[in-house]
């Protein structure tokens, strides 16, 4: 072939049909990590040394198409990234993260209308991980705000940069031990906690990160829980205390709805954490039975605890944890077996395995919470150390914590933190 495909539509043979029109290649294959491509073109991919970005055209016509390809059958390892540059992506704003990682693949991308954007066909299987847009902005929020128990319904919103605003009006019954997670792919929810009692109350937040009043309780009131996201846009609570160690979990739907108690799995514990890793998976690690522990226990993309593994690092409790990088995590400060306080940091990879301890930075301190925010980094915030703390320590999108923040807001601990929003 010359090198010019006429009218590239891919026949149910498996061949290429030709018609009027005319579709040119381009005969430099790309090697880079960003390459922005033009309609009527077609492209060879080579991912062999780095994963690439693909720009498609900032505005197209209907019928226009291009045709993307694995030169080297390296996408398996090294998968390309398409931005749709302000339109739509089958029927999804750009907002979206589109990633092609299937070996040997090859894309044909026409362009149909405003609504659906770019449509991909191919008689070559055509399974492309279409994962949410990550949140941008974060939330503190509920908590102590002192040393004996004051409970809080202030809230904290977190830019898009990290920076953290004064305090919000209370919305709200005031608590602590609350646990936060995003779900819906730009909303939050606080749930559970103590308002002088065990409570299993939640509060929905907005993509604006407006907090709403009260929902009625569902699941077992108790706190000192953790929470994670799982399968892309839904999140689950899980283990805490009512007085005494629980292992149950909620699992909150993608429009924000708790559901009733799932029999516990894994060892009963409170003072926890619990992160999304992996895009849809999650996992909780570390916390408090009759002392600190260092386990951990994975939740699958649908929302199933797994049982105990064996704990990586020092045995902790009270920390936190946040994602970082996309799709990693990070577990962070907290306590010691010898209560002490700590800075002590695990990272956690893609596949849900947690690495050994990382020499602390910023003050040690216990009770505090955390987030992520532009959408591959995230924040450490507030806590106790010699008293109620509002310092915070952001961590880079290599999982890479920095030296303290000046704190903003009231200075209080056992509050909880999630993202939300898929705009900066």
């Known amino acids: 072939m010359s090198g010019l495909v006429k009218d590239n539509v891919f026949g149910s043979s498996g061949t290429v049909a030709a018609a009027a029109g005319g579709l040119s290649w381009d005969t430099a294959v790309v090697t880079g990590s960003t390459v922005t491509v033009e309609a009527a073109n077609g492209y060879f991919i080579n991912t062999t040394s780095n994963a690439c970005t693909i720009t498609l055209p900032s505005s197209a016509e209907a019928g226009d198409q291009i045709i993307l390809i694995d030169y080297a059958r390296t996408w398996g390892d090294n998968a390309i990234t398409i931005d749709s540059n302000g339109l739509n992506f089958q029927g999804d704003s750009d907002a979206y993260t589109v990633d092609y990682d299937t070996e040997g693949q090859s894309i044909n991308l026409v362009y149909a209308d405003s609504t659906q954007g770019w449509i991909p066909t191919s008689d070559i299987a055509n399974a492309f991980d279409h994962d949410p847009p990550p949140t941008q902005k974060g939330i503190f929020a509920f908590g102590d705000a002192a040393d004996s128990p004051y409970t809080s319904n202030l809230s904290n919103l977190v830019n898009s940069s990290g920076v953290v605003a004064s ?159 996309g799709d990693k995590a990070i577990f962070g400060y907290g306590r010691n077996a010898a209560d002490a306080l700590i800075s002590i940091t695990n990272l956690v990879s893609n596949a849900g395995v947690i690495a050994a301890d990382v020499s602390g930075v910023g003050t040690a301190r216990r009770n505090l919470s955390a987030c992520g925010y532009g959408g591959d980094k995230g924040i450490f915030g507030y806590g106790l150390a010699s008293g109620s703390s509002s310092l915070t320590n952001l961590v880079n999108s290599s999982g890479v914590v920095a030296s303290d923040t000046s704190g903003v807001g009231t200075a209080r601990s056992q509050l909880g933190a999630a993202g939300f929003s898929s705009s900066a």
Request: net charge neutral.
């Open 167 to 325: 305090d919000g009006t209370g919305v709200g019954t005031a608590r602590y031990g609350v646990a936060g997670v995003s779900y819906g792919t730009d909303k939050a929810i606080f749930a559970y906690g103590n308002t002088g009692s065990v409570s299993s109350l939640s509060n929905l937040v907005n993509n604006s990160g407006v907090v709403a009043s009260d929902t009625s309780g569902v699941g077992t009131a108790r706190h000192s829980l953790g929470a994670s996201s799982y399968g892309n846009d839904k999140a689950i609570f899980a283990y805490g205390t009512t007085g005494s160690d629980s292992s149950l979990s909620n699992l909150v739907s993608n429009s924000g709805v708790v559901a009733s108690d799932t029999s516990g799995v894994g060892t009963a514990r409170r003072y926890l954490g619990g992160v999304g890793y992996g895009g849809d998976k999650g996992i909780f690690a570390y916390g408090l039975t009759s002392g600190a522990v260092s386990m951990s226990n994975l939740v699958s993309n649908v929302g199933v605890i797994a049982s105990d593994v064996t704990g990586v690092g020092i045995t902790k409790s009270r920390g936190a944890s946040c994602s970082y990088g």
